[in-house]
């Protein structure tokens, strides 16, 4: 072991809050969101899959604004990735029961991996943005599968 990796400043809670605090922050938001009594066909799944919608589509504005949406393929995937979050979100809005949390949980799930995705690239939003989300998304996403709709 080098003398650096011993420094205090690289162990501890003090390394993981400088390092991870998106985690942290992704972790209680999800974890906050998790205290909601499930997705039922109640306006809980309406508020979800509006939010799906609006945490998608805002990637566009947000990649425009840091000028990463030049390269077309870029500009591309982020459409399509739009289109297809928000396809799911309005297919749970319109279906009841389990597929509608199925279709809400696999936007939020297939949105926490767009994240991860744009994470590792550093491109189009800022990464502590991406890392907050994922985590975010991942627990909402298992929030909604564990729910129980009411009968």
């Known amino acids: 072991?080098?003398?650096?990796?011993?420094?205090?400043?690289?162990?501890?809670?003090?390394?993981?809050?400088?390092?991870?605090?998106?985690?942290?922050?992704?972790?209680?938001?999800?974890?906050?969101?998790?205290?909601?009594?499930?997705?039922?066909?109640?306006?809980?799944?309406?508020?979800?899959?509006?939010?799906?919608?609006?945490?998608?589509?805002?990637?566009?504005?947000?990649?425009?604004?840091?000028?990463?949406?030049?390269?077309?393929?870029?500009?591309?995937?982020?459409?399509?990735?739009?289109?297809?979050?928000?396809?799911?979100a309005l297919g749970a809005l319109l279906a009841e029961g389990r597929t509608a949390q199925y279709l809400l949980a696999a936007a939020w799930l297939g949105h926490g991996a767009w994240d991860v995705a744009h994470h590792l690239a550093d491109r189009v939003v800022p990464r502590w943005y991406a890392e907050i989300c994922a985590v975010l998304d991942v627990l909402v996403a298992v929030g909604i599968i564990l729910a129980v709709p009411h009968v």
């Open 1 to 88: 072991m080098t003398r650096r990796s011993l420094a205090p400043e690289h162990r501890g809670w003090g390394a993981i809050l400088r390092h991870r605090w998106p985690t942290l922050v992704g972790i209680t938001a999800g974890t906050l969101a998790l205290v909601d009594d499930g997705v039922d066909g109640s306006p809980v799944t309406t508020q979800l899959a509006v939010i799906t919608l609006i945490v998608a589509a805002a990637y566009l504005p947000i990649g425009a604004t840091h000028r990463q949406l030049g390269d077309p393929r870029v500009l591309v995937l982020e459409t399509a990735g739009v289109l297809v979050f928000g396809a799911l």
